[in-house]
């Protein structure tokens, strides 16, 4: 008897939980919506809406977990293409649930260039459906969205290749913009 308790109840949970987690993914965003609003703040305590960049694209990259190889590897690829990606109108901004000694930490090590917002609750990274929630720890995606200059959905980026990301970026920024 025990034992089908224990049995039953573990089909009840894993029931919930995998409509939950279904319930909660809902439909992805998809080119040409309106990229969901944010107000984060980085490292220094500045305070960052999606509404400051308005009039230039955004790269809103999410990434799991500072000073790890694969996000080191891209947001150094986003430093040195930084250049290149200002002389096509955009700007860069990272987003982690890390907190801001970690993001100061590796700003600063890393000599980078841009803003790494704190997403301490995961509330923009879900927005964005980029979040990895295991309950008891909550886990960036490392999803990227290019949004246009009027606030829109350009680009999604959900499987990204850390060696060559931002250079796929700057290829995509001149398709969109027909530069050569």
Known sequence: MTLKLIFYTGVLLLAFFGYRSYAIAG??????????????????????YLSDYAG???????YPKDDTPGCTKEACHFRDDMAQLEKLGANVVG???DNSASHADFAKKY????????DANGTVAE?????????????AKRHTFLISPTGKIAKVYTSVN????????IEDLKLLQHKP
């Open 27 to 48: 439909r992805s965003l998809q080119i040409g919506d309106d990229a969901p609003s944010f107000t984060l703040n980085d490292a220094q305590g500045q305070t960052h």
């Open 56 to 62: 230039k694209y955004l790269v809103l990259y999410f």
């Open 95 to 97: 987003v982690s649930v």
């Open 111 to 118: 000599h980078l260039p841009f803003p790494l917002l704190i």
């Open 127 to 139: 927005s964005y459906q980029s979040l990895t929630n295991l309950y008891i720890i909550k886990i």
């Open 162 to 169: 850390t060696s060559n990301h931002s250079q796929q970026i």
